[in-house]
């Protein structure tokens, strides 16, 4: 299912595209954990980081519909694969399932919830991260389902730590409220956290935690021998109030509805901004620079990334993601300077004539 979105406001564009393709997902795996092989090469350089012996996977497979199906760096589970089966095992399935969740690293599940279409694709993520000894962060509870977030609360073994969303768009937040209320009625009460949301925000999407965050704040969960540190990253653009969540350890990216994959986002102003957008992208591929992050765990649609300097890791895959919006938005504004008594749709037919309409 595909769906195009063009508009225009006194302040300039505003547009954004959902190109929801083929999809199935979850699994049980077990991957080693990213921080032991990860760290183990610290060189600047994507070559040095690979053994000379073990050269990177160009075709990676999983398990699809009963079938172990191969996929290039460029197929869109290609990203998942590599980062639940680095040495190439067949062990993760690929069906998207709503009823389990999917262990991407040991110490990170993946719950999707039961909310498929054309805005959401698969269904919107939610993320555990953490472990037995030392708890865990709930990333984006999705919407107010009691089944849901009956499954996040036994996967963390009921016990929640803190309760983050990525912003407040009524497929991601709603459900923070409830399983704080399960959690409660079991003798924890996890705080919400997040940004409140901007007066611009439409009314299903106003949201106001528990406590603020803040740029570059880290949230810590940790016993006697590790732990696991989440620093947020503001990232206006898609919502005023959205954030993204680097897990420093294991050198990954919650990207909540920033960077997704299978579509872009929708950049729907007033409290989308295209500007803001792009900055947070840029900021956004500074963090991968910074934490040498190779993958990318997005709201909506499989893992993204691939091994530190080889094609579509992190990286490339915000460059490309950028590179495309600027593309679009030139493309948009040459189709309204050529044809200014256009309607609406005259504008997304000509601007989208590369997209299917379904």
Not at 8 to 27: H, M
Not at 216 to 243: D, F, K, M, W
Request: aromatic share 6%; net charge negative.
């Amino acid at each position: 299912m595909r769906a195009a979105h063009c508009s225009t406001t006194s302040g300039g564009l505003r547009y954004g595209f959902y190109a929801w393709g083929y999809y199935g997902p979850t699994a049980i795996d077990n991957a080693p954990m990213v921080r032991s092989t990860q760290r183990l090469h610290s060189n600047d350089s994507g070559a040095e980081s690979v053994s000379p012996i073990e050269k990177p996977l160009q075709a990676r497979s999983g398990w699809l519909h009963g079938r172990l199906v191969k996929y290039e760096s460029k197929d869109a589970p290609f990203g998942e694969l590599a980062l639940t089966c680095p040495e190439g095992q067949h062990l993760h399935y690929l069906d998207w399932r709503t009823n389990e969740s999917v262990f991407l690293l040991k110490n990170v599940q993946r719950l999707t919830a039961p909310n498929p279409g054309v805005m959401t694709g698969p269904g919107t993520n939610s993320y555990l991260v953490g472990d037995p000894d030392t708890g865990y962060l709930v990333i984006d509870p999705g919407p107010a389902d009691d089944e849901h977030l009956d499954r996040l609360w036994r996967a963390a073994g009921g016990d929640i730590r803190m309760v983050v969303c990525t912003h407040s768009h009524p497929d991601h937040s709603p459900g923070a409220a409830p399983l704080q209320t399960l959690c409660v009625a079991h003798g924890k009460r996890p705080p919400i956290l997040g940004l409140s949301s901007a007066p611009t925000a439409r009314a299903n999407s106003e949201f106001t935690p528990e406590r603020e965050l803040v740029d570059g704040e880290r949230l810590i969960l940790q016993c006697a021998s590790h732990q696991h540190t989440l620093r947020v990253v503001h990232t206006p653009g898609h919502a005023a109030n959205h954030l993204c969540l680097v897990l420093e350890e294991d050198g990954l990216l919650f990207s909540g509805d920033h960077v997704l994959n299978g579509s872009t986002t929708v950049v729907d102003p007033p409290d989308g901004h295209m500007t803001d957008y792009l900055e947070s992208l840029d900021k956004l591929l500074n963090a991968c620079e910074q934490d040498r992050i190779q993958f990318i765990l997005p709201a909506h649609g499989y893992v993204l990334g691939n091994v530190w300097g080889e094609p579509h890791d992190a990286r490339a895959c915000i460059a490309h993601l950028k590179a495309h919006r600027l593309k679009r938005e030139a493309k948009i504004r040459a189709v309204m300077q050529q044809h200014p008594e256009g309607s609406m749709d005259d504008w997304v037919k000509h601007a989208y004539d590369d997209v299917p309409s379904k």
